[in-house]
C-alpha cells in the first residue's frame, strides 16, 4: 500500500457492508473524485452472519463482538485492495506537481502551460488580475482617507441638534422651516435679529425696533 503515500492528502471513506467506495480531493481546492462502487463479495456474507449470530444467537454482552465482525465485513484485505484500485482510478483525475508533490484538479489548479500546480506557477493573466484587484482596493482605501468628509461638521455641537417638533426630521439651526413637513423651526425664530436702520439686536418675533422704532 505504499502508493497510497503518493496520493492527495484527504479522502472520504464511503465504504459500507454492501460495497466500497472513496471520495478523494484536491489538496488545493477541495474540488472532489468519486470513485466507482465496488461490491464487496469477499467474505462479507460470513462476516456478517458471524455478526448475527452473535447479537440474536448469543448474549447481549456479545455485541462487541458483533461490531468486530462487522467491521471485519466492511474493513481487511477487500477493504484495502478496493482501496488502491480506487487510488489508481482517481489519479486518472487529478495531476501531481513535481516541485511541490501535491495532486491537484486539473480543471481549476493546474497550470497547463508550465506543468506545475498554480501554486507553484500560478497562471499569469489570473494572477494579474487578482493583483490589479488588490491594488485598486488598495487605492481606494487610501484616497478616501485622504478625502476630508467631516469638514462641514460642527464637532463642538455648537448649533446644537435641532428637530423638527412635528415629525423629528434633523434640521439646520438655521432652517426657518422643516424640509420634510414644512413646520416653522422654534430655534431659528427665537434667534436675535439686528435693525435694519440703526443695527440694533432684536428678538426674532419683534415687529418694531426698541431703539429707534423703525418698522421691521
Given at each position: 500500500m505504499s502508493n497510497m503515500i503518493q496520493f492527495v492528502a484527504n479522502h472520504d471513506d464511503l465504504s459500507t457492508d454492501k460495497g466500497f467506495q472513496f471520495k478523494f480531493y484536491c489538496d488545493k481546492c477541495r474540488n472532489g473524485h468519486m470513485s466507482r462502487f465496488q461490491p464487496?463479495?469477499?467474505?462479507?456474507?460470513?462476516?456478517?452472519?458471524?455478526?448475527?449470530?452473535?447479537?440474536?444467537?448469543?448474549?447481549?454482552?456479545?455485541?462487541?463482538?458483533?461490531?468486530?465482525?462487522?467491521?471485519?465485513?466492511?474493513?481487511?484485505?477487500?477493504?484495502?485492495?478496493?482501496?488502491?484500485?480506487?487510488?489508481?482510478?482517481?489519479?486518472?483525475?487529478?495531476?501531481?506537481?513535481?516541485?511541490?508533490?501535491?495532486?491537484?484538479?486539473?480543471?481549476?489548479?493546474?497550470?497547463?502551460?508550465?506543468?506545475?500546480?498554480?501554486?507553484?506557477?500560478?497562471?499569469?493573466?489570473?494572477?494579474?488580475?487578482?493583483?490589479?484587484?488588490?491594488?485598486?482596493?488598495e487605492q481606494i482605501y487610501t484616497k478616501t482617507r485622504q478625502h476630508d468628509y467631516t469638514k462641514e461638521l460642527d464637532f463642538l455641537n455648537r448649533g446644537g441638534i435641532v428637530q423638527c417638533q412635528s415629525c423629528n426630521a434633523k434640521l439646520n439651526p438655521g432652517q426657518k422651516f422643516c424640509p420634510e413637513c414644512g413646520t416653522p423651526n422654534a430655534t431659528a425664530q427665537n434667534k436675535e435679529k439686528f435693525c435694519v436702520d440703526c443695527g440694533a439686536t432684536m428678538k426674532a418675533d419683534q415687529r418694531f425696533c426698541a431703539e429707534c422704532g423703525s418698522k421691521q
Open positions: 464487496n463479495g469477499v467474505g462479507i456474507a460470513g462476516e456478517l452472519m458471524r455478526a448475527a449470530g452473535s447479537l440474536f444467537g448469543g448474549l447481549f454482552s456479545d455485541a462487541g463482538n458483533a461490531a468486530y465482525h462487522v467491521q471485519r465485513a466492511i474493513g481487511g484485505k477487500a477493504h484495502d485492495e478496493a482501496l488502491e484500485k480506487a487510488v489508481l482510478e482517481g489519479k486518472q483525475h487529478f495531476k501531481q506537481c513535481t516541485r511541490c508533490g501535491h495532486w491537484v484538479c486539473p480543471d481549476v489548479c493546474w497550470n497547463s502551460k508550465a506543468g506545475l500546480c498554480e501554486d507553484c506557477a500560478p497562471d499569469e493573466h489570473e494572477e494579474l488580475a487578482s493583483q490589479q484587484a488588490q491594488a485598486s482596493r
